[in-house]
Every structure is written in C-alpha cells, then in structure tokens.
C-alpha cells in the first residue's frame, strides 16, 4: 500500500529541511533556496510562505507562495511578479 501524502505549511524551523529538499532535488538551484526567496519576499515586500508535501515525516515536494494584500484582498503569487526569478 501507497504511503499518504499530506500537505503542511512549513514552521521557519522546518527550512533546513526545505533546503535540503533543494540539494538534493535534479531542479533545484539557489535561486529555490529559503534564503535567496526570503530575500526577494523583502525586497517585494510581501510575506512568504512555504508549503511542503510529506510522505510520513519526510519533506518530498512543495512550493513557495508570496503573499501581498491589494486593495481589500490578499493575493497569492509563485514567483513573485517582477522579481527575475525563475
């Protein structure tokens, strides 16, 4: 039987853990890692989130979410707009 997948906001504690994920990932570049994306979530000015896929405990998928606030909405965006990130 198929181990369940469930999906997680991940805790700043938890971005080692993201950052492994991207080492060890064929696609993974600098440009995914926490510190670069944090780095552009402040120049944006928009708060950042990672969401992770686990299967059991072990951190095997996610993605990157910026949110900004227009207006009366928020609105999420991955990758942030204008930023020059692939």
Aim: charged residues 20%; hydrophobic residues 35%.
């Amino acid at each position: 039987m198929a181990s369940k997948l469930y999906l997680e906001l991940l805790k700043p504690s938890q971005y080692d853990t993201w950052d492994d994920l991207v080492d060890r990932s064929p696609q993974g570049t600098m440009f995914h890692k926490s510190w670069w994306l944090k780095h552009i979530a402040n120049h944006q000015n928009t708060n950042l989130h990672f969401l992770g896929v686990f299967r059991e405990d072990d951190l095997v998928g996610g993605c990157s979410i910026y949110e900004e606030k227009k207006f009366c909405f928020k609105v999420a965006f991955s990758p942030p707009i204008n930023s020059a990130t692939p």
